[in-house]
C-alpha cells in the first residue's frame, strides 16, 4: 500500500529536549515536505526536500532541521523544543514537486511543556 | 511572497443544498491551484487542482473549481452537498515568483458543516 508514515503520532516533551520525527515513503517519490498545522493559521511549509541531499527553507523554518540522505526518509529535528512549537505536524511527499499530488502522513501531535 | 486568503472560516450548510468556498490568491503570472480536504484525524487529500488548460476542473466527487484569472479566485463549488463532505478544505497555491514551483502555500480552510 502506497503510504506515509510519521513517528511518533503523538508526543508530549519538556523545552529544550532535542527531539526528531520520522517520516517514511514507500512511492520512490523525490519531492518530500513538513507542515505544521496551527487553529486559524491553516498550514505553513516548514521545510522542503527536491531530492537526496537538496532541502531548503519553507516559510516557517526557525527551530528546526532537516535531512535527506535516503530518498525514502525525511526526518524534522527540533534540537531545542520551545512550547511555540506545540503543533500538529506532517509530512508529505509527491513525484517531483507540488504540482503533482501530495500525499500526506498521518499527523504528529507534538507538546511542549 | 505568495498568499492564499480563504475568507470563510466556517460555512454550514444544509444537505442537499448548494456551496461555494472561496479562495483569492496573490496575483502572479501563471500559478498552480489545488484544493485539499482534511477529515476528521486524517491528514490531507488532493481533491482537485489546476496546472493549465481549462479553467474548471471537476473532482470525482462533484466538486468543481473555476481558475479566474482577472479575480484571482479558484472557488470550489458542489452543486448538492452530502453529510460525508462534512470536512475542513485547503485551497493552495504554487508559485513560480516565490521560491519557484516547489514552495506550496496553503489557506487558513474553511470547515464545512453539513446540517441534516
Known amino acids: 500500500e502506497a503510504q506515509v508514515t510519521q513517528n511518533p503520532r503523538y508526543l508530549i516533551t519538556v523545552t529544550g529536549k532535542k527531539l526528531t520525527v520520522t517520516c517514511s515513503q514507500n512511492m520512490n517519490h523525490e519531492y518530500m515536505s513538513w507542515y505544521r498545522q496551527d487553529p486559524g493559521l491553516g498550514l505553513r511549509q516548514i521545510y522542503y526536500?527536491?531530492?537526496?541531499?537538496?532541502?531548503d527553507k519553507g516559510d516557517v523554518p526557525e527551530g528546526y532541521k532537516v535531512s535527506r540522505k535516503e530518498k525514502r526518509n525525511f526526518p524534522l529535528i527540533l534540537e531545542s523544543p520551545s512550547p511555540n512549537q506545540t503543533s500538529l505536524y506532517f509530512c508529505?511527499?509527491?513525484?517531483?514537486?507540488?504540482?503533482?499530488?501530495?500525499?500526506f502522513g498521518p499527523g504528529t501531535r507534538l507538546t511542549v511543556t | 511572497a505568495q498568499s492564499v486568503t480563504q475568507l470563510d472560516s466556517q460555512v454550514p450548510v444544509f444537505e442537499e443544498a448548494p456551496v461555494e468556498l472561496r479562495c483569492n490568491y496573490s496575483s502572479s503570472v501563471s500559478v498552480y491551484l489545488f484544493w485539499y480536504v482534511q477529515y476528521p484525524n486524517q491528514g490531507l487529500q488532493l481533491l482537485l487542482k489546476y496546472l493549465s488548460g481549462s479553467t474548471l476542473v471537476e473532482s470525482i466527487n462533484g466538486f468543481e473549481a473555476e481558475f479566474n484569472k482577472s479575480q484571482t479566485s479558484f472557488h470550489l463549488r458542489k452543486p448538492s452537498v452530502h453529510i460525508s463532505d462534512t470536512a475542513e478544505y485547503f485551497c493552495a497555491v504554487s508559485d513560480p515568483d516565490s521560491g519557484g514551483y516547489q514552495k506550496v502555500t496553503f489557506g487558513t480552510g474553511t470547515k464545512l458543516q453539513v446540517i441534516p
Open positions: 526536500s527536491m531530492n537526496v541531499e537538496v532541502t
Open positions: 508529505a511527499s509527491s513525484r517531483d514537486s507540488p504540482r503533482y499530488e501530495q500525499y
